[in-house]
């Protein structure tokens, strides 16, 4: 029996308004003389895919540029309004929801609270969850005055372990929140008044963040990188190809001290026991330092920084005293320990994935990164092999402390591009195989 193979006309038409798209969407607006070369389509195949987005609504002209001594060259781009998406975080104090249309322009936002105050799976509690969900997307739908079905999908970047099934779509592991197996996908859709035909892109925020550092942030122009997240907690997200999706590793769960600390996953000697930001600031309290009262953690870190590091007398208006300006000594220790056990973590990276860049984001890495990341690239090059630490960059992350929504965003865009830029189509049921119905009957129940 030989199977049929190769492309069908319909692959080779989505294959090239796939390619088309994405050059416009990259290096847009363009004329349809430039697309050929950059998408290494024939000028006839970019004419038919050009007039075919025009028609669709999907690009549209966008003026003119002169030619050496010929006519004018039109230009065309991706139409803004021809699609809008959905990027939520689930973050440590809140759920933030923003409203997006093709061109990644914010329409709209809301940010939702989560329970600052008893344990970290209350905080978390999926049914509260899931109403911030529904609450913030209506809102920002209302504001923006845009129907639900011009959405092309909606991006959820989530705490934990993202699996998929055929019943229940995205089920979240999230051990370290409670989350044991949640079918949030599936309660989602029972909670939130969209359309049927909007599809959910549910996925690990560490790879969503990548995602969005990759495209338009400081991953631009590397063909492999490292995404680290640092916030209450700690995870990471492989990239192997640019314009691919990323792998969403548990980096925070490796094991950094052999019977050390307890980690929130119930673990001991997690690397997010001792460099998350949860883990940081009672490190602080244990060695006697004194958070503000009742602070969340963003504040706390803040103040933690600010006593390890004070600002120089006469560079801070607000400064009250210059004698305020001495450093906090059990601040500054328990900072520079973090910094080598996350130098260490880094070397493990290196080691491992061999990456053109390590790239920091989340809110607390980046408050981190500004103050020690030249401390902790030291460390990672005394622990890393020499020869693929020299080959890899270490900084910040550009698309600020925010990014895990745009990348949430771009999940159904990704898609939506792969697909040709055409939503997805109910499949026809065909009836099963006569063999399969008849022994189907010979199966003992």
Known sequence: MHARTGRTVRDLRRENRTAVLRRLYFDGPMSRLMLGPATGLSSGSVSNVVAELVADGLVEEAGSV????????????ITPTS???????????????????LTLTELARTER????????????????????????????????????????????????????????????????????????????????????????????????????????????????AVVVLFGSGVGACVVTDPMGPGRAIEWGHLTVRVRGRRCRCGAQGCLEAYAGAEALLERWREAGGVPPAGA???????????????????????????????????????LAETAEYLGAGFADLINLFQPERILVGGWAGLQLGTRFLETV?????????????????????????????????????????????????????????AWQSALQDRVSP
């Open 66 to 77: 002169d030619s050496a001594g010929g006519r004018p060259r039109t230009l065309v781009r």
């Open 83 to 101: 699609g809008f998406m959905i990027g939520v975080d689930i973050g440590e104090t809140r759920v933030r929801i923003e409203l997006f249309d």
């Open 113 to 224: 609270p989560l329970a600052c105050s008893g344990p970290r799976t209350a905080r978390y509690d999926v049914d509260l969850v899931v109403d911030r969900l529904r609450e913030g997307i209506a809102e920002v739908l209302r504001i923006a005055d845009v129907p639900a079905d011009r959405l092309i999908g909606v991006g959820v970047g989530v705490p934990g372990i993202v699996a998929r099934t055929t019943e229940d779509g995205a089920v979240v592991h999230g051990q370290t929140v409670g989350w044991d197996a949640v079918p949030f996908e599936r309660l989602l859709r029972a909670a939130v008044d969209l359309p049927e035909s909007v599809p959910y892109w549910i996925d690990n925020g560490a790879k969503t963040l990548g995602q969005a550092e990759m495209w338009f942030g400081a991953g631009r122009g590397a063909r492999s």
């Open 377 to 433: 690239s030291g460390y990672a090059r005394e622990y890393a092999l020499t020869y693929p630490a020299s080959r890899t960059r270490i900084g910040l992350g550009t698309l600020g402390p925010e990014a895990v929504t745009v990348g949430a965003a771009l999940l159904p865009l990704v898609d939506f591009f792969a697909q040709g830029g055409r939503r997805p189509e109910s499949k026809p049921t065909t009836p099963a195989p």
């Open 296 to 334: 969340d953690e963003e504040t706390a870190l803040t103040a933690m920084l600010a006593a390890a590091y004070p600002a120089e007398p006469g560079t801070d208006p607000d400064a009250p005293e210059p004698d305020a300006t001495e450093p906090d000594a059990t601040a500054l220790a328990v």
